[in-house]
């Protein structure tokens, strides 16, 4: 335990080292086999973690630290993702599909949650950890599969950022609810957090240019130090207020924009790449392998189940392009793959009652999804043996 | 030329498609980050797009002026030569020339060169026909026709 907090690092560093070589050969054998890396950190961190195959011995406050700047970066970089005109297209567009999209995944989850007997608060989590797509695996696999070109890809897309948006309001409420004890502050607690997001919100679509036009002219080392240290504080501040501050990082990245958020964006990748590999790694090292066992089954039901969800929310989304049936299970099938996402609803709930249980159940049920979701898009678009000759004989 | 539909595609770039003389359908992909992929559509399932070309920003450029930039510059020539004694050049603003920050009416430069500023480009913009209103900012190409003689003293009245 004292390994990396002690007057020795030496230790820590050789360990952890170690580790890190490991992930680099597992995101080599992931970007070899086609897929992303996420799963096999996931399972690298339950061999190293409690009851694996060869626990390690990592300062807990390193590790919350790490994990924390993980999450953080993760939520910038999807924030760089998308210009605010696209943000404003989605919300004109999408509010059914995404409601579709909450109804058949979310509700699912937080139902299973009451199930299991966890209490509201662990059950709103589980919900939201089967509610959101990975954005970084279905734009994988969409651009893998030579999909962007295709007509329901729009759609695809698009949901992706109704998601995160929803995820603004959903963090801040989930936030109030693992801080909160009694109903009537916890009410209070999630109107202050939603009013606070929608200030920052506000100021970010407003001011964001301004404040990119101030970064514009900085190398691009002031240009990373500027932003890692603004994503920094701004989470910092978002936390104070019960915002959470994977949020406040989140519109950090929504108020950049123009060239500035291109170039932000490349900078800040491989630090993120680095960070999020180690928060991945240490949110399943914190689990214990063997109570794994008891949530596969769960986990599997949850999958099949929220699975179909995803195959009606790309039936919703893409069917108003006037896409046919095929493309329409095409959206579908690559919404399926749950990822970074889930982990961070996920470790926020460390400390509610049943959090390991939760913990274990959603790292099972990334583990699932992430491996089903591109396999199944895959076999969906597997050429129909006639048209395939029709090809070869035209 | 045929009708040009914009896709945008959040978190990735932007898509053009349009249908070619010959009935297929067309597209370029265009990613933020400057690839493109030329993709054609599936005659059997209009949904979804069988070839699909990856190009880097090299190979985009290699393949455009194949595909037709070579074309432009002859018709621009080709113009030159038809119309005796006219000429097109493209004039840029440095930034402290003293034409910055003023107005086409202001600088009257029509009366001064016999030239004519028909177009000013503006970082990815056109301003087509600028009024007597429009004012210069620094990095702006002015889009000139007239004669070689006036096109040179509106060089030296812009440029410096």
């Given at each position: 335990m004292t390994a990396a907090a002690g007057g020795d690092p030496s230790l820590a560093f050789i360990e952890i080292g170690a580790v890190v070589l490991v992930l680099s050969v597992l995101a080599r054998v992931a970007a070899r086999l086609g897929i992303t890396a996420i799963p096999l950190y996931l399972v690298a961190g339950l061999a190293v973690g409690?009851?694996?195959?060869a626990p390690l011995d990592i300062s807990a406050d390193f590790i919350s630290l790490t994990a924390e700047i993980g999450v953080l970066l993760l939520l910038l970089t999807l924030g760089l993702e998308y210009t605010a005109d696209e943000l404003r297209h989605g919300l004109r567009t999408g509010v059914r599909p995404g409601l579709v999209d909450a109804a058949a995944n979310f509700g699912p989850g937080f139902g299973a949650g009451l199930l299991l007997g966890w209490g509201t608060t662990a059950a709103v989590l589980l919900g939201g950890v089967c509610w959101v797509s990975s954005s970084g695996i279905t734009s994988k696999v969409l651009a893998d599969l030579d999909r962007l070109g295709n007509r329901e890809t729009p759609a695809v897309l698009n949901l992706l950022v109704i998601e995160d948006l929803a995820m603004a309001a959903y963090l801040p409420v989930v936030a109030a609810l693992v801080a909160g004890r009694d109903p009537g502050p916890t009410a209070v607690t999630v109107a202050i957090a939603l009013g606070a997001v929608g200030a920052i919100l506000f100021v970010a679509l407003r001011w964001g240019a301004r404040l990119s036009r101030l970064l514009a002219p900085a190398s691009d080392e002031a240009l990373l130090l500027g932003v890692f240290g603004l994503t920094l504080l701004v989470g910092g501040l978002a936390q104070r207020v019960h915002v959470s501050a994977a949020i406040g990082a989140f519109l950090v990245g929504l108020a950049l924009s123009g060239p500035v958020q291109a170039r932000a964006g490349t900078l800040i990748e491989p630090l993120r790449d680095l960070f999020a590999a180690l928060f991945f790694l240490f949110f399943s090292f914190?689990?214990?392998?063997?109570?794994?066992v008891h949530v596969v089954a769960p986990a599997a039901a949850l999958a099949v189940v929220t699975g179909a969800g995803k195959l009606l929310s790309g039936r919703v989304a893409a069917g108003p392009l006037g896409v046919g049936q095929r493309a329409q299970l095409r959206a579908g099938t690559a919404l399926i793959a749950r990822g970074e996402f889930s982990i961070v609803i996920a470790s926020l709930?460390?400390?509610?009652?049943?959090g390991d249980d939760l913990g274990a159940l959603a790292a099972a049920y990334v583990l699932l999804t992430a491996i089903a979701g591109p396999l199944a898009a895959r076999y969906v678009d597997r050429p129909r043996p006639r048209t395939a000759e029709g090809q070869r004989t035209a | 030329m045929p009708e040009v539909t914009e896709i945008q595609l959040p978190g990735v770039g932007v898509r053009h498609e349009f249908t070619t003389a010959g009935g297929e359908r067309v597209g370029v992909v265009s990613h933020r980050t400057g690839r493109r992929e030329l993709v054609v559509y599936d005659r059997h399932d209009p949904d979804r797009c069988t070839t699909v070309l990856h190009l880097s920003p090299d190979d985009t450029r290699a393949l455009s002026e194949l595909l037709g930039a070579t074309q432009v510059s002859e018709a621009l020539i080709a113009v030159q030569q038809r119309v005796e004694g006219l000429a097109i050049d493209w004039v840029t603003i440095p930034p402290g020339s003293r034409a910055v920050g003023t107005s086409l009416g202001e600088g009257q430069f029509r009366s001064r060169t016999?030239?004519?500023?028909v177009a000013v480009a503006r970082g990815s913009t056109t301003i087509a026909a600028?009024?007597?209103d429009h004012r210069f900012e620094a990095g702006d190409v002015a889009v000139a026709v007239g004669t070689p003689d006036g096109l040179a003293q509106l060089q030296g009245l812009l440029g410096s």
């Amino acid at each position: 335990m004292t390994a990396a907090a002690g007057g020795d690092p030496s230790l820590a560093f050789i360990e952890i080292g170690a580790v890190v070589l490991v992930l680099s050969v597992l995101a080599r054998v992931a970007a070899r086999l086609g897929i992303t890396a996420i799963p096999l950190y996931l399972v690298a961190g339950l061999a190293v973690g409690k009851g694996g195959i060869a626990p390690l011995d990592i300062s807990a406050d390193f590790i919350s630290l790490t994990a924390e700047i993980g999450v953080l970066l993760l939520l910038l970089t999807l924030g760089l993702e998308y210009t605010a005109d696209e943000l404003r297209h989605g919300l004109r567009t999408g509010v059914r599909p995404g409601l579709v999209d909450a109804a058949a995944n979310f509700g699912p989850g937080f139902g299973a949650g009451l199930l299991l007997g966890w209490g509201t608060t662990a059950a709103v989590l589980l919900g939201g950890v089967c509610w959101v797509s990975s954005s970084g695996i279905t734009s994988k696999v969409l651009a893998d599969l030579d999909r962007l070109g295709n007509r329901e890809t729009p759609a695809v897309l698009n949901l992706l950022v109704i998601e995160d948006l929803a995820m603004a309001a959903y963090l801040p409420v989930v936030a109030a609810l693992v801080a909160g004890r009694d109903p009537g502050p916890t009410a209070v607690t999630v109107a202050i957090a939603l009013g606070a997001v929608g200030a920052i919100l506000f100021v970010a679509l407003r001011w964001g240019a301004r404040l990119s036009r101030l970064l514009a002219p900085a190398s691009d080392e002031a240009l990373l130090l500027g932003v890692f240290g603004l994503t920094l504080l701004v989470g910092g501040l978002a936390q104070r207020v019960h915002v959470s501050a994977a949020i406040g990082a989140f519109l950090v990245g929504l108020a950049l924009s123009g060239p500035v958020q291109a170039r932000a964006g490349t900078l800040i990748e491989p630090l993120r790449d680095l960070f999020a590999a180690l928060f991945f790694l240490f949110f399943s090292f914190q689990i214990d392998a063997g109570s794994l066992v008891h949530v596969v089954a769960p986990a599997a039901a949850l999958a099949v189940v929220t699975g179909a969800g995803k195959l009606l929310s790309g039936r919703v989304a893409a069917g108003p392009l006037g896409v046919g049936q095929r493309a329409q299970l095409r959206a579908g099938t690559a919404l399926i793959a749950r990822g970074e996402f889930s982990i961070v609803i996920a470790s926020l709930g460390a400390g509610v009652s049943h959090g390991d249980d939760l913990g274990a159940l959603a790292a099972a049920y990334v583990l699932l999804t992430a491996i089903a979701g591109p396999l199944a898009a895959r076999y969906v678009d597997r050429p129909r043996p006639r048209t395939a000759e029709g090809q070869r004989t035209a | 030329m045929p009708e040009v539909t914009e896709i945008q595609l959040p978190g990735v770039g932007v898509r053009h498609e349009f249908t070619t003389a010959g009935g297929e359908r067309v597209g370029v992909v265009s990613h933020r980050t400057g690839r493109r992929e030329l993709v054609v559509y599936d005659r059997h399932d209009p949904d979804r797009c069988t070839t699909v070309l990856h190009l880097s920003p090299d190979d985009t450029r290699a393949l455009s002026e194949l595909l037709g930039a070579t074309q432009v510059s002859e018709a621009l020539i080709a113009v030159q030569q038809r119309v005796e004694g006219l000429a097109i050049d493209w004039v840029t603003i440095p930034p402290g020339s003293r034409a910055v920050g003023t107005s086409l009416g202001e600088g009257q430069f029509r009366s001064r060169t016999g030239v004519s500023i028909v177009a000013v480009a503006r970082g990815s913009t056109t301003i087509a026909a600028p009024g007597p209103d429009h004012r210069f900012e620094a990095g702006d190409v002015a889009v000139a026709v007239g004669t070689p003689d006036g096109l040179a003293q509106l060089q030296g009245l812009l440029g410096s």
